[in-house]
């Protein structure tokens, strides 16, 4: 086993400690004396490249915030003073020629709407869920009366299988998924027209345990899964029909035997 690869084993097994998210928001919460004593300290081209790297990173940050923020600006109007009453007195003479200003939006609400998506990609109702350890998602299949033969698990948790899914030969099958916890259809809430809906899941799309429970097709709590939308009747800007969208899974399924998730609009 490569050195450092214990860690990361141990963690799996027996998950994190109880006050590491704690922990984890002081070090944070003190991260912004340690960037700011490191660049009082620092001298010379290493002054310079990490003033390089701050620079990109706030540079990064501010075009984030932008996006999210609503901004204003002022556009001439040519027909306000139409729409408006004339208002009582003489206009001085250099005012005659200007136009009046009025305040408007600049971005148009799809536009706008767009901009936040790419800025909150995955901005999730649920943005941290409880680590599972390896021991509670798998169980060890016993194949043979030897030690040796205990290399196949057993997965415990819900998971998703597509219609055209085939076995692999018990010889070569290295995850099981048992018949009785796999779920093809989820119950989805709309978060704007606070109405829930029966839909077909589609796939997985990412499971905030690790890669390998997204391949594996593992529901858990929090994971982003692909629902089929097609009989909602959403339809775009520009008048196509949206046949999937995103939702993330609200509940532990194998305590509810159900799926419980939030469409992601």
């Known amino acids: 086993m490569p050195q450092g690869d214990y860690i990361d084993e141990h963690r799996k097994k027996y998950g994190r400690r109880f006050d590491y998210e704690e922990k984890e928001r002081k070090k944070e919460a003190r991260s912004v004396r340690v960037v700011a004593s490191k660049a009082h300290s620092l001298t010379g081209i290493k ?8 620079f990109k990173e706030k540079a990064i940050m501010k075009k984030k915030i932008n996006m999210h923020q609503q ?20 206009v001085p003479g250099y005012l005659l ?3 009046e200003v009025t305040r408007s939006k600049v971005l148009s609400n799809t536009v706008k709407q767009k901009r936040k998506e790419k800025a909150g990609k995955w ?3 649920l943005p941290k869920v409880r680590a599972v350890a390896e021991d509670e998602m798998f169980k060890v299949m016993k194949s043979g ?18 219609d055209n899914f085939t076995r692999k030969p018990p010889k070569y099958e290295r995850f099981i998924r048992p018949m009785g916890l796999r779920v093809k259809k989820a119950n989805v809430t709309h978060p704007e027209l606070q109405t829930t809906f029966c839909l077909d899941i589609l796939g997985v799309k990412k499971n905030p345990q690790g890669q390998t429970y997204t391949q ?8 982003v899964i692909e629902v089929n939308v097609s009989d909602l009747g959403l339809v775009t800007n520009s008048g196509k029909v949206v046949w999937s969208k995103y939702a993330q899974v609200m509940n532990n399924v ?3 035997g159900c799926v419980n998730a939030r469409l992601l609009v």
């Open 123 to 125: 901005d999730v109702p």
């Open 47 to 54: 002054a310079k490249l990490y003033n390089k790297q701050r």
């Open 145 to 162: 009366k030897r030690k040796n033969k205990e290399w196949k698990r057993v997965v415990t948790k819900a998971t998703f299988v597509g």
């Open 216 to 223: 594996l097709g593992v529901i858990t709590k929090g994971t």
């Open 97 to 99: 020629d200007r136009e």
């Open 71 to 90: 901004r204003n600006k002022k556009n001439k109007d040519a027909d306000a003073s139409a729409d408006k009453d004339v208002k009582k007195g003489a």
């Open 254 to 256: 194998e305590n509810d």
